[in-house]
C-alpha cells in the first residue's frame, strides 16, 4: 500500500504548463496517501516573474485550513525577514516541497510531522515545474526537507547556510525554516541568523548574481 501512496505526482501534471493550470491540477494529486487526511492541496503563490522564490517544507495547520502558504506563525516570521531585507513582496513566489499538511492528532490539536523521502519524491515534480516557469534569480531554500528536495539527501544545511551556491538555472541560499525561529531557545538569537540568510539571498539580486534573468 505505501508504493502505491507513493507513486508520485507526474501523472497528474497538466498538459498545458501555467501557473493556474499546475494549481488546478495539484487540487486533485493523489501521488501520495498525504492527501487522504489533509484538507485541500496547498499550491505556491506570488509573482508570475518572481526573482525570489521561496520553499519551505509542508503546508502547516493553519495553511491546510486556509489554503495558502505561510499564513501561520511561520510566515510571519518570513514576511519580517523579507520586509526588514528590503525584498519587495511584488517579486516573490512562495512555496512548499511537500503540498499536502502531514500530522498527527495530540487531543484536538493536529501537530506537524516530517514528511518522508518518499513523500518528498513524490511530490518533486510540482516544484519542478514551478521552478521551470518561474526562473527565479534565486531560490531560498528554508529547511532540511525543502534541501533534500532541491539539492539531494547529502546536503547539510547547517554547513552552508547564507551561502550563495548555483543551481542550475538559479542561485541557492539555504537556511533555516522560519518555524526553527519559533522553537529555538534564544528566539532573537534564532531570528537574527535568519535575517542574515535572507540579506544574503537579497544581496544576490541586488548585486546582479542572480542566474535566472539577465
Not at 508520485?8 to 496517501?33: K, M, N, V, Y
Not at 492541496?41 to 508570475?48: I, K, S
Not at 509542508?58 to 495553511?63: A, F, L, V, Y
Request: aromatic fraction near 6%; include cysteine.
Amino acid at each position: 500500500m505505501a508504493e502505491l501512496d507513493n507513486k508520485g505526482a507526474a501523472a497528474f501534471l497538466p498538459t498545458s504548463r501555467t501557473l493556474p493550470e499546475l494549481r488546478r491540477a495539484a487540487a486533485g494529486c493523489q501521488g501520495c496517501g498525504l492527501y487522504r487526511d489533509a484538507g485541500q492541496t496547498v499550491f505556491g503563490e506570488g509573482a508570475v516573474d518572481a526573482r525570489y522564490l521561496f520553499v519551505g517544507e509542508q503546508p502547516g495547520d493553519q495553511e491546510d485550513r486556509q489554503g495558502a502558504p505561510f499564513v501561520g506563525p511561520a510566515g510571519r516570521v518570513l514576511d519580517r525577514a523579507m520586509e526588514e531585507a528590503g525584498i519587495d513582496r511584488d517579486e516573490v513566489y512562495v512555496t512548499n516541497a511537500v503540498k499536502h499538511f502531514k500530522f498527527t492528532y495530540k487531543g484536538k490539536r493536529r501537530i506537524h510531522q516530517k514528511p518522508s523521502a518518499a513523500e518528498i519524491d513524490a511530490c518533486l515534480p510540482w516544484l519542478t515545474a514551478e521552478m521551470a516557469l518561474l526562473h527565479p534569480d534565486v531560490t531560498v531554500v528554508l529547511g532540511a526537507t525543502a534541501a533534500r528536495a532541491l539539492l539531494g539527501p547529502s546536503f547539510r544545511v547547517t554547513h552552508h547556510r547564507g551561502q550563495p551556491l548555483p543551481h542550475g538555472e538559479t542561485v541557492v541560499v539555504a537556511t533555516i525554516h522560519p518555524s526553527a525561529v519559533l522553537r529555538a531557545p534564544d528566539r532573537d538569537a534564532a531570528y537574527e541568523g535568519f535575517l542574515a540568510d535572507v540579506r544574503a539571498a537579497a544581496r544576490v539580486v541586488t548585486d546582479g548574481a542572480g542566474a535566472g534573468r539577465p
